[in-house]
């Protein structure tokens, strides 16, 4: 019984430890991260301009995700409408289908699903690039001709996606209440007039501006937390492939977090 008692209290240290452990990685990571963006953020006015690289990376991001966010938004509107009309029924209130899927698309669903598109298309393909250079020691190379990697690698990431990400939202947000109200409208019989009267009825400012601000805080951590990933990680094969890994999942739980904590401020 002994025994057992110090094996158990043993298994519990070891765990406690281990969490403890993770718990100091992640502040660690947390500062050095923020640190980081911060550094190459300090560079925004200096010389010489980044502006070709900049265009360059909003071009990848705006124009390579287009695609996904058009085909997310379409689909995200049609199951809505198509799922809150069998629920609005049942209340004899279809009237209202317009409002629910307009405020669900822009308020929640658009700037957390375009943000997670967005993650999993661009997000991971700044990691896997940026490890690559560290791998090839591109960035080293850029030292070495006094070319700073912070102004020339990190910097128009995290500003592209920063713009493009509200964008993008815009576009899966207009794509979702037009899929909406096509299979809404057209499909099941719900009065076009009321459907957009009580769309514009019901939404209000707010709605649109708790949409906006999620937008471009999302792009801002997505840039953040994928450049830190790449220019932080181990320069092999191995080493890339699991910051990109781990720059996905981190960036999809921030997201997820930071949804929480925005949305209590726009109720």
């Known amino acids: 019984m002994s025994d057992m008692t110090t094996a158990s209290q043993s298994g519990m240290a070891t765990f406690f430890g281990r969490m403890g452990r993770y718990a100091m990685r992640g502040i660690e990571q947390l500062g050095d991260g923020t640190r980081l ?64 899927v307009g405020m669900s698309i822009i308020r929640e669903l658009g700037p957390v699903l375009g943000a997670f598109m967005i993650i999993g298309r661009a997000g991971s393909s700044i990691t896997a690039e940026i490890g690559i250079m560290r791998v090839t020691e ?17 910097l128009p990431r995290i500003i592209a996606t920063t713009i493009a990400v509200p964008l993008l939202v815009s576009i899966f947000d207009v794509v979702g209440i037009a899929s909406g109200y096509i299979v809404g409208v057209e499909l099941l019989g719900v009065n076009p007039g009321a459907y ?20 471009v805080i999302f792009g801002f951590m997505i840039g953040m937390i994928c450049t830190y990933m790449g220019y932080r990680s181990e320069p092999t ?18 997201v997820l977090i930071m949804d929480y904590i925005l949305t209590s401020f726009f109720l």
Do not use: C
């Open 196 to 215: 957009m009267a009580e769309l514009i009825a019901k939404l209000e400012m707010i709605d649109l501006n708790g949409g906006w601000v999620k937008a």
């Open 138 to 154: 591109q960035t080293d190379a850029l030292e070495m001709m006094a070319v700073n990697p912070m102004q020339r690698i990190i």
């Open 37 to 100: 963006g911060f550094q190459a953020l300090s560079l925004l006015f200096a010389k010489p301009w980044q502006g070709k690289h900049f265009i360059i990376q909003l071009y990848a991001l705006g124009v390579g995700s287009l695609a996904i966010i058009v085909i997310t938004g379409a689909f995200t509107g049609m199951v809505l409408a198509l799922q809150g009309y069998y629920t609005l029924a049942k209340f004899g209130s279809e009237s209202l289908l317009g409002a629910g």
């Open 237 to 254: 094969t191995e080493g890339v492939a699991k910051a990109t890994t781990q720059a996905v999942v981190i960036a999809s739980v921030g």
